[in-house]
């Protein structure tokens, strides 16, 4: 009984991580709809008290489509030695090497074009770090594993409608079921859009393990494993996920180090001043060595630099950069991150 326990609260807190950063315990990894197990994967196998990182990965899967953009982003670093973890939420507006093509230059069409592998080989490049193992699911499995624990109770703190990507949230504390618990980690309409947005998924992930660590989530346990085992894909072992689940009980609410990928933005506009990019340009003088300082207990500024955007000229072959933060208007920042939104995202009905 002990043992089933371990392995579902490692599946909850993983789940959990994933869509935010910040909870509880860390080792959710129970199970899923094509469960892995040792013998069946090239995944190296987990290593008695050594550091291990994993990416979290939540997609837009639409009905019939085989691949889908990553949505969110997260990269996980348990040190069960430490008995803490690092967690780095990764905008999915992020600069990556590779063809800029359609937007394919940004990290969450990865998944696109190679599925969670692509997705691990470039956020190595990112952060200068190798990762064993990925979990993804998609966000119906999201909306039923949330709906499995009967919701979580969170603060809503502004009004969130966008009634295209079915968000319609009014402020105030109440619990959430998986519909809006979806739409709440999926708003992005900030000042600051997804940077805004990847610190409501880290508020939103400790009020999930605020719910994972009550008495009465254990006889919800069942539930939450049938719905893991139908949504979850990773290339993490069976029996990894079991030596992962033991590391549990050293974790407790303060185990856990978060924050967003520092950065800034890179905006390109064309000669009449719209908007036709929009990047997160990640500051890898910090993200070489984030994890390690973040496992020592600290954070760095998210924000790095000033922003800057590029105006190509009437001939297409040259540009001029300004940069353009602290003086800009909060009329202009909302102007901007209102184009930001309307920029399309690659992965539907993209042909690789």
Known sequence: MKLFIKRIFALAVV????????????????????????????????????????????????????????????????????????????????????????????????????????????????????????????????????????????????????????????????????????AFVRFRDYPMGDIERTAHQQEFIKALGKEILKPGTIVKLPSLVKEARANVKTNLGLKDMLKMATWAPGFSSGSIVAQTLPGSFYDQRNSQGVLTASYWVADKSKTATLLDTMLSGQTVAVVSGKSTTTVKNTTGTSTKTTNTTTTQTQAEIDQTNWERSKLPSPGHGTKI
């Open 15 to 182: 789940f959990g991580l994933f869509f935010g950063v910040g909870c509880g315990i860390v080792d959710l990894f129970s199970p899923d709809v094509k469960t892995v197990t040792t013998d069946e994967t090239d995944a190296p196998p987990v290593e008695d008290g050594q550091r291990t990182n994993i990416l979290l990965l939540g997609v837009d899967a639409r009905k019939g489509e085989t691949i889908s953009r990553s949505d969110t982003i997260i990269l996980a670093s348990i040190d069960p030695k430490l008995n803490k973890a690092a967690v780095v939420s990764i905008p999915r507006d992020t600069k990556i090497s590779g063809s800029a093509s359609g937007g394919m230059d940004k990290i969450n069409a990865a998944n696109v074009i190679g599925g969670p592998e692509l997705s691990v080989e470039k956020v190595e490049e990112l952060m200068n770090e190798k990762i064993d193992y990925y979990i993804e699911i998609d966000f119906e499995g999201f909306k039923n594993i949330i709906d499995a624990m009967e919701g979580v109770t969170i603060n809503v703190d502004q009004r969130m409608y966008k009634p295209s990507e079915d968000i319609n949230l009014k402020p105030g504390l109440q619990t959430l079921d998986g519909r809006d618990a979806l």
